[in-house]
């Protein structure tokens, strides 16, 4: 068992429990005698675990990982761990790449000429924001004189008008952050601590298949060839869950991403998931999005699908 | 006098049969207490691959047996192979303790399997997420960069993470897995805080 790749599948072999026990025995005495047989063993253990938990184990290996490695708690327990810190350690370190990109910009940068198109829409959903808020403001102080007047001499009336009042202010309310997220759909955001023109994560709200966009046409995504991130929202409205899996397939090519854990955002009537997806993983072309929700027995169900196509290059004027 | 003998000729473990040992692995205590932890550990290990549970109780109480020999009078040229011997005694003896029995997991009776305790993931991610801000600056870089996913390049960032850090491939590796050891003795020390507060 000298070359470093055949030890490495003996110790796998070990780990699963195919080993015949005379050649386990002689495997041990070596972990005990040789420091970097057992420093190895450590390591063909610690991948074999990764490798299960992000599933790239083989259906045959799987199912001797589950059948013989999860057969203690103290290992059901270090994969339940692994699983946590390897969705920790993909969180840190797409933190870190979105943290570097813009330290790697040059001063070349700083002149660069700004996207007028983005300023401008970014702006327009900035002032959009700032009149409904003072419209919300305004309101508010309204609703208070009248709650004043109503605490003064409470009459049914009154009561049943206040009522009435709020009702409609919910109403307008809820019609504004439609047409606010409707904005958004059309001018993805950026973040506001780069320079403007040069967004290192994009934004996008997605549709279901089922609802089309006008012209009944594929939903577009215009990602700029500096991105290095794509967020994509997708909203629903049918079911309870905590956690919830996409996987993405490019029509031609088959699956080219899969995350799972990722969090439900509970919201009134509407709960969403936003996936991260590396900008590399999105190449021109057509795609279809699953969106799977983990039920309280564990299981995977289907939640939605959706459709949309990558386009890339400058961001055409609007 | 080792006072390892109770009256009526009863071994037991004490800081003179303790420091006996520790010096028969080193002359200098520091480097010997280094010695006895990698033993240890590396007892550990061997428990757990061979899916024994309570694998750290085996490992200590390996360790005793070697400690009550040396307490005896006998030497050895090698402790870790003694020591390897006296673990696969002990190892051969747990296999005949009921739940030791390895079946699949399946087919685990639910009232012969030690008791298992429930914790749901918000909890262990909690622990996890505190473990890993108590880790040194240098360690929580040093696993967070070694185990990064990517599939292609995974031999590459590692040999680039032992050249910045200045150490051969074999001793990051071996300085990965301790941390992610250590950072697993945390969770479960907290898990089990959360546990007893229950």
Request: aromatic fraction near 6%; charged fraction near 30%; hydrophobic fraction near 35%.
């Amino acid at each position: 068992m000298e070359n470093s790749a055949e030890q490495e599948k003996q110790m796998r072999r070990y780990l699963l429990g195919e080993m015949p026990e005379g050649e386990m025995d002689a495997l041990d005495a070596r972990l005990f005698a040789e420091p970097e047989v057992f420093d190895r063993m450590w390591g063909v253990e610690n991948d074999l675990i990764d490798n299960y938990v992000r599933d790239h184990l083989s259906r045959a290996e799987r199912a001797r990982f589950e059948s013989h490695y999860l057969s203690t708690p103290e290992h059901r327990g270090r994969v339940s761990t692994a699983r946590q810190f390897l969705r920790t350690l993909d969180e840190e370190n797409r933190k870190e790449a979105l943290e570097a990109a813009p330290k790697r910009r040059g001063i070349a940068e700083f002149f660069r000429i700004p996207n007028w198109g983005l300023t401008a829409g970014f702006a327009t959903a900035l002032l959009l924001t700032a009149l409904w808020a003072g419209k919300l403001l305004l309101e508010r102080d309204q609703l208070r004189n009248e709650l004043a007047l109503a605490t003064a001499k409470p009459t049914p009336s009154r009561d049943q008008s206040m009522e009435e009042l709020l009702a409609g202010e919910r109403s307008r309310n809820e019609e504004l952050i439609a047409e606010l997220e409707r904005l958004r759909v059309q001018k993805p955001e950026t973040s506001p601590s780069l320079p403007s023109g040069a967004p290192a994560s994009i934004t996008f709200l997605l549709s279901s298949s089922l609802v089309r966009n006008e012209g009944n046409r594929m939903q577009e995504l215009q990602i700029p060839p500096d991105a290095g991130l794509v967020r994509l929202k997708l909203p629903f409205t049918t079911g309870e869950y905590k956690k919830a899996q996409v996987s993405i397939r490019n029509v031609d090519a088959g699956p080219v991403w899969r995350q799972s854990g990722l969090n439900v955002q509970p919201g009134a009537g509407t709960s969403t998931v936003i996936a991260g997806v590396p900008a590399a993983k999105l190449p021109p072309g057509d795609y279809v999005l699953t969106l799977s929700g983990q039920t309280t027995a564990g299981e995977a169900e289907e939640i939605d699908r959706y459709s949309f196509r990558v386009l890339r290059g400058a961001r055409p004027a609007r | 006098m080792d006072g390892a003998a109770k009256p009526g000729g009863e071994w037991s473990l004490n800081q003179g049969s303790l420091e006996k040992f520790l010096s028969s692995l080193d002359p200098d205590p520091e480097r010997a207490g280094e010695k006895y932890e990698a033993i240890r550990i590396q007892l550990i290990k061997f428990f757990d691959w061979r899916s024994v549970s309570f694998p750290e109780e085996c490992a200590d109480e390996t360790i005793t047996r070697v400690i009550r020999k040396i307490d005896d009078g006998e030497s050895f040229r090698d402790i870790s192979t003694y020591c390897f011997g006296v673990a696969r005694m002990v190892y051969l003896e747990s296999r005949k303790r009921p739940e030791n029995r390895r079946v699949p997991l399946d087919d685990a009776p639910q009232i012969a399997a030690p008791a298992e305790v429930e914790e749901d993931e918000d909890e262990r991610g909690h622990c996890l997420s505190h473990c890993l801000q108590e880790l040194p600056l240098e360690s929580r870089r040093i696993i967070l960069k070694y185990y990064e996913d990517d599939r292609r390049r995974k031999i590459d960032n590692r040999a680039e993470l032992a050249a910045a850090l200045g150490i051969p491939l074999n001793a990051l590796r071996s300085r990965a897995q301790r941390i992610r050891n250590k950072l697993e003795e945390c969770v479960v020390g907290c898990l089990k805080k959360g546990v007893r507060k229950k």
